[in-house]
């Protein structure tokens, strides 16, 4: 006990679970805004970067796939609506041209597509094509070569943008966002003693049966700080070690784990006292890295 008092100083008090609760009562912390939030939003706007709108552009795919999904499913259901009203309308201008929307009573005259007469029996010709449901009241015929070439472009048109976007939409389904709900981290760290040393200890849990595969966790401290040369970094990131030279980073998330940081002379909270580090600015950022076992998707969770 003296050792760790003349080593950590006067503010620290050693936690024994055997005995009663420690004497001193916790200081009400004021709310203030997170670099990273509970859930593992970064709170992190860029700005003068010239030319970013175009840049997101240049990866359009996973532009959308980041998109929140009333965006997704508005350019979903706006692309199909304008691709088959487009396509509709080249069909009835194809009708228009050769002159089949007046001679649907003669006989012997053979049209480019049966049963084609105005604008809405070109979209239900559409349709059915483009839906392969083919109930055979409307067919292209041998004699429209401009309607043949319609078609193939409607066919590759049609699977670009079905592979595009249904695409898009299975993996946004895909992504394991969701998969942090059921990852439960304590809602405070604490700092007490473990072997013999004094540790930064917190816990973390999975609620799901179906494992993480590889799970691996890790810890930033997120602080601002002045080098030696007089440079001010807003952001400084220093690693916490939870355990990455013994292995013990590497989980097994059957049951709850209490995952352990050793406050030793590398450790960016050795210098610091009770009372600085309470009113220190620093965030502690927890990496939980694996592989969903039931997707197979590799994962991350902040």
């Given at each position: ?223 601002s700080r002045q080098t030696p040369e007089g440079e001010f ?70």
């Amino acid at each position: 006990m003296a050792a760790l008092r003349r080593k950590f100083g006067e503010d620290y008090q050693v936690v024994n679970t055997t005995n009663r609760a420690p004497s001193f009562s916790a200081q009400v912390k004021k709310k203030r805004q997170r670099f990273v939030e509970k859930n593992g939003r970064c709170n992190v706007q860029h700005g003068n970067l010239g030319g970013e709108t175009s840049r997101y552009l240049s990866d359009l795919f996973t532009t959308l796939v980041d998109l929140k999904w009333r965006w997704n499913l508005l350019i979903f259901i706006l692309t199909y609506t304008v691709a088959w009203l487009v396509m509709a309308s080249m069909w009835w201008i194809i009708a228009y041209i050769r002159g089949d929307l007046y001679r649907r009573h003669d006989a012997s005259y053979t049209p480019c597509v049966a049963n084609v007469y105005n604008f809405p029996s070109a979209f239900l010709f559409f349709i059915e094509t483009e839906a392969t449901i083919g109930y055979g009241h409307r067919y292209i015929t041998e004699k429209c070569p401009e309607g043949i070439i319609l078609f193939l472009f409607q066919s590759l048109l049609g699977s670009i943008v079905d592979a595009f976007l249904i695409g898009c939409m299975f993996i946004k389904m895909s992504q394991p966002k969701k998969r942090a709900e059921t990852l439960m981290f304590s809602q405070d760290a604490v700092i007490s003693q473990r072997d013999g040393k004094l540790c930064l200890m917190f816990r973390v849990g999975n609620l799901r049966n179906s494992h993480m595969v590889s799970a691996q966790i890790r810890c930033k401290v997120i602080k601002s700080r002045q080098t030696p040369e007089g440079e001010f970094l807003p952001l400084d990131q220093c690693e916490l070690d939870v355990g990455f030279g013994t292995g013990a980073d590497q989980l097994f998330l059957v049951s709850p784990l209490t995952i352990c940081h050793e406050i030793n002379t590398k450790s960016p909270f050795f210098d610091l006292s009770q009372r600085s580090l309470t009113n220190e600015q620093f965030e502690i950022v927890v990496i939980l890295e694996g592989i969903v076992e039931t997707t197979g998707e590799p994962s991350c969770f902040m």
